[in-house]
Nanobody, 120 residues
Framework: DVQLVESGGVSVQAGGTLRLSCEVSGDTSGTYCMGWFRQAPGKEREEVAGIEGDGSTNYVDFARDRFTISRDNAKNTAYLQIINLTPEDTGVYTC???????????????WGQGTQVTVS
């Protein structure tokens, strides 16, 4: 089985920077597609960014300028850095993972519990 544990969610002031972490535990023998979703208060959950097993990344339009997804395979950890935070970035950020099969399937089997980011 696979577990995802996020960390790094904090309350920060607008203009600041933070980095979220997502550690994969359990079955770490495979390579995983990793990604981040977020859900703002009163809004639907939305995808933010993804990173494939080969390190290639993809972002939704709003995330291209201020968000950076990365991974450290030796630590089984994915990261999401956000710069120039705005109050609109407030929400629960959830890490996701799926087995990489040479490409990332269009679904995620594994979901973390989420970490709260509050920007004021």
């Amino acid at each position: 089985d696979v577990q995802l544990v996020e960390s790094g969610g904090v309350s920060v002031q607008a203009g600041g920077t933070l980095r979220l972490s997502c550690e994969v535990s359990g079955d770490t023998s495979g390579t995983y597609c990793m990604g981040w979703f977020r859900q703002a208060p009163g809004k639907e959950r939305e995808e933010v960014a993804g990173i494939e097993g080969d390190g290639s990344t993809n972002y939704v339009d709003f995330a291209r300028d201020r968000f950076t997804i990365s991974r450290d395979n030796a630590k089984n950890t994915a990261y999401l850095q956000i710069i120039n935070l705005t109050p609109e970035d407030t929400g629960v950020y959830t890490c996701v993972a799926e087995t990489w099969v040479g490409y990332c399937p269009d679904f995620f089997t594994y979901w973390g519990q989420g970490t709260q980011v509050t920007v004021s």
